[in-house]
């Protein structure tokens, strides 16, 4: 946002402590050269909202002047209103933002606003984060110079709310150029989510995944264990897929299974018991596991949810050597889900292994197969297969010569299935 009506991009950020941030751009539009100036006052006081400021500019009263709103770690909007002039803003005394039928707007937690003119009316609607990771949607039945904003309600995908991991910052824009405002959000775990405006959305089934017993994990390695349920509480059959992932402690993310094709009656339920085998040689910190029902093809999430674990530096226990997890085909129900294939086998020889080992992988049915070899920082490093193969046994050698010694990955993707093996690299 120009700031100080220069043509040129400026930029107002807001931090931990609650206070704003104002840094000018001194360059050019297209050669940016950001100045700081300092901590942004109101009123002739430093702006300090408490913690976990957010800023959204916005000439909320329509005088032609850019205002300041803020969020804040209380779950208040505040407003400070711009007195000074255009070349010259100065905000006065911060006042709430408050309901059309009275009382401040109120998101529980961690206010994120962002001003837009979301269901295209012409005025400017108001749409705020909050800390669960859903979004509050306010709609003005005002006008522009006096917006009059009615009770929030949740923002909804179809029949479901749309939610992120926690503490949701959104961004109100036509993303995909189409006249109709859509969202795209960032949350906690560190991922921008988008959700398209759509006339309507197919009945869908809602997931949930949760932890049975202990979510630590000893250095020794060990298993985590949760129960998967997917819930179809329509009055139409569903057609979905299901995938997950797992969020490393250094932020990137492993695919663990998909599986295409489900389909759950009215009322149906599916219920699975699954296991995550955690290797020793995993780093020690906090992972988030996240499963999903939607549209694979297209990545479009019908419903998710997440637990996590933590694997400690400290523990006595058996040594767990390699990762693996107990798969939907171990636990199968015609009268729920398509018939997958015995899970594809991969092994290494030699294990350990300097600089070349022969993978051997077999596979139980015609498809394609992706072999993908990860270091334990979760990025992938080879990629060693990514074609059509038959059923059956094939293999084919590595050589790590250009890499550093240290324990690596294979994973084996085949079709719907997935599996993953630890080999050491000597040198």
């Not at 400017?124 to 909050?130: H, I, N, P, R, Y």
């Not at 993310?253 to 040689?281: C, E, H, Q, V």
């Not at 015609?334 to 290494?348: K, S």
Request: proline content about 6%; some cysteine; charged content about 15%.
């Amino acid at each position: 946002m120009d700031w100080d009506n220069d043509t040129d991009k400026d930029l107002i950020v807001g931090e931990y402590n609650g206070n704003i941030r104002y840094y000018q751009n001194i360059g050019t539009a297209s050669n940016p050269s950001l100045h700081y100036v300092g901590i942004m006052q109101a009123g002739g006081l430093t702006i300090d909202v408490g913690d976990y400021s957010t800023t959204c500019v916005n000439d909320w009263n329509a005088d032609g002047l850019p205002d300041l709103l803020a969020g804040e770690s209380d779950g208040v909007i505040n407003y400070y209103r711009n007195v000074g002039t255009l070349t010259n803003p100065v905000l006065g005394a911060g006042t709430l933002l408050n309901l059309a039928a009275g009382g401040s707007i109120d998101v529980g937690y961690r206010s994120a606003p962002v001003v837009a003119d979301f269901n295209s009316d012409g005025l400017k609607d108001l749409v705020s984060g909050e800390v669960n990771g859903k979004l509050y949607y306010y709609q003005n039945n005002g006008t522009n110079a006096n917006p009059l904003l009615a009770a929030g309600v949740y923002l909804q995908t179809g029949t479901l709310q749309v939610t992120t991991a926690g503490t949701s910052r959104p961004a109100v824009i036509d993303w995909n150029n189409d006249g109709h405002m859509d969202l795209v959000v960032g949350s906690y775990d560190a991922r921008l989510r988008r959700f398209n405006w759509a006339v309507t959305t197919p009945p869908a089934p809602t997931a949930d995944v949760a932890l049975v017993g202990s979510y630590m994990v000893p250095a020794s390695g060990g298993s985590i264990n949760y129960n998967l349920t997917v819930n179809n509480g329509t009055s139409s059959t569903v057609n979905f897929d299901g995938w997950a992932q797992i969020k490393q402690p250094n932020y990137t993310w492993m695919d663990l299974f998909n599986r295409s094709g489900l389909s759950l009656t009215p009322g149906g339920s599916l219920i699975k018991s699954l296991s995550l085998y955690i290797p020793a040689s995993w780093a020690s910190g906090m992972y988030y596991y996240y499963g999903y029902v939607g549209n694979y093809a297209t990545m479009q999430v019908y419903s998710s949810d997440n637990f996590y674990f933590y694997k400690s530096t400290t523990g006595d226990g058996p040594m767990v050597e390699e990762f693996s997890f107990t798969p939907w085909e171990d636990e199968t129900n015609p009268a729920l889900m398509p018939q997958g294939p015995a899970r594809p086998e991969i092994t290494a020889s030699p294990n350990p292994f300097n600089p070349t080992t022969t993978i051997n992988f077999e596979l139980v049915e015609e498809g394609a197969v992706r072999i993908s070899i990860y270091n334990m920082a979760g990025q992938q490093v080879a990629q060693l297969v990514n074609a059509g193969y038959p059923a059956g046994s094939h293999q084919i050698t590595w050589d790590a010569s250009h890499l550093p010694a240290g324990v690596y990955v294979v994973a084996l993707d085949a079709g719907r299935n997935h599996t993953a093996r630890t080999i050491t690299l000597l040198k």
